[in-house]
């Protein structure tokens, strides 16, 4: 078991400048799901840093940077910053995520967590521990009653930056997929269903052959992820509520980082 990092070294990067755009690739056609699939080899993680316009009842409210970052070993990092414009800035968009995992390959698995919201003159700020020796994850900070832990972990557990690298690495036209949300002191089961069909969705100058996931959630609220591939990050990240468009991030451009 690696050691952990300083608990300061969770902490999300600065949102980086605009990347510039990649150029048009030709994408690998996607494959159906077949049972065998589970056997084939996984993509090697790449270090990436992406820009997407964040929209809210569509409105565009600002930018959010999604950046995967190589540690050392099998260390990586993912962080997410959400940064509103203007007036946007007291509505709460103003978020930033950050994961330490390790991963054997396929596997993804967590060993901190930090999470910083602010919202008007209000800050939030929690981090998470991942102890795979005993078994459990505890949480400090700014944390909601009956969230600190422990939590009992089970092999597969993922926080949510986590499971959205996941679907990325698992998604097949009509594959369902199911993992274990443990993040932030919350436990959930989440369950994920890809479209059958791939559909065309545009990022930047750029269009994809995305396939669309699914995830149905309790009061009819539900997220979408549009991902294609031979692309590590997300085309699209859509969470409704009550069936209505809620927050949106669309990607604009994303390029490699070196390792």
């Given at each position: 078991m690696?050691?952990?990092?300083?608990?300061?070294?969770?902490?999300?990067?600065?949102?980086l400048?605009?990347?510039?755009?990649?150029?048009?690739?030709?994408?690998?056609?996607v494959?159906?799901?077949?049972?065998e699939?589970s056997?084939?080899p996984?993509?090697?993680l790449?270090?990436f840093?992406?820009?997407?316009?964040?929209?809210?009842?569509?409105?565009?409210?600002?930018?959010a940077?999604l950046q995967l970052?190589?540690?050392d070993?099998?260390?990586?990092r993912?962080?997410?910053?959400m940064?509103?414009?203007?007036?946007?800035?007291l509505?709460?968009?103003?978020?930033?995520?950050?994961t330490?995992?390790?991963?054997?390959?396929?596997?993804?698995?967590?060993?901190?967590?930090?999470?910083?919201?602010?919202?008007?003159?209000?800050?939030?700020?929690?981090?998470g521990?991942?102890d795979?020796?005993?078994?459990?994850?505890?949480?400090?900070?700014?944390?909601?009653?009956?969230?600190?832990?422990?939590?009992?972990?089970?092999?597969g557990?993922?926080?949510g930056?986590?499971?959205?690298?996941a679907?990325?690495?698992?998604?097949?036209?009509?594959?369902?997929?199911?993992?274990?949300?443990?993040?932030?002191?919350?436990?959930?089961?989440?369950?994920?269903?890809?479209?059958?069909?791939?559909?065309?969705?545009?990022?930047?100058?750029?269009?994809?052959?995305?396939?669309?996931?699914?995830?149905?959630?309790?009061g009819?609220?539900?997220?979408?992820?549009?991902?294609a591939?031979?692309?590590?990050?997300?085309?699209?990240?859509?969470?409704?509520e009550?069936?209505?468009?809620?927050t949106?991030?669309?990607?604009i451009?994303?390029?490699?980082v070196?390792?």
């Amino acid at each position: 078991m690696s050691r952990l990092l300083p608990l300061a070294a969770l902490l999300p990067l600065a949102l980086l400048a605009a990347p510039r755009p990649l150029p048009a690739q030709q994408l690998a056609p996607v494959v159906p799901a077949t049972a065998e699939m589970s056997t084939l080899p996984v993509p090697p993680l790449q270090p990436f840093s992406a820009t997407y316009q964040v929209f809210h009842d569509g409105h565009e409210l600002g930018q959010a940077t999604l950046q995967l970052t190589h540690v050392d070993g099998a260390r990586w990092r993912i962080d997410l910053g959400m940064q509103g414009r203007g007036l946007a800035r007291l509505t709460g968009l103003n978020l930033q995520q950050s994961t330490l995992f390790d991963t054997d390959g396929h596997a993804y698995r967590p060993l901190a967590q930090s999470t910083v919201k602010r919202a008007f003159f209000s800050s939030r700020k929690t981090v998470g521990v991942y102890d795979w020796t005993r078994g459990t994850a505890t949480w400090t900070g700014d944390v909601k009653p009956g969230h600190a832990g422990p939590v009992a972990l089970r092999d597969g557990d993922m926080s949510g930056l986590l499971i959205d690298l996941a679907v990325i690495r698992d998604a097949a036209p009509g594959r369902v997929l199911d993992y274990r949300f443990v993040d932030d002191g919350r436990v959930r089961d989440h369950h994920w269903i890809v479209a059958p069909q791939t559909e065309t969705m545009a990022a930047g100058d750029l269009a994809y052959d995305a396939m669309r996931a699914n995830r149905l959630q309790d009061g009819g609220d539900d997220t979408l992820i549009w991902v294609a591939a031979g692309v590590p990050t997300p085309i699209r990240i859509l969470q409704r509520e009550d069936g209505a468009d809620s927050t949106d991030l669309r990607l604009i451009q994303y390029q490699g980082v070196a390792r």
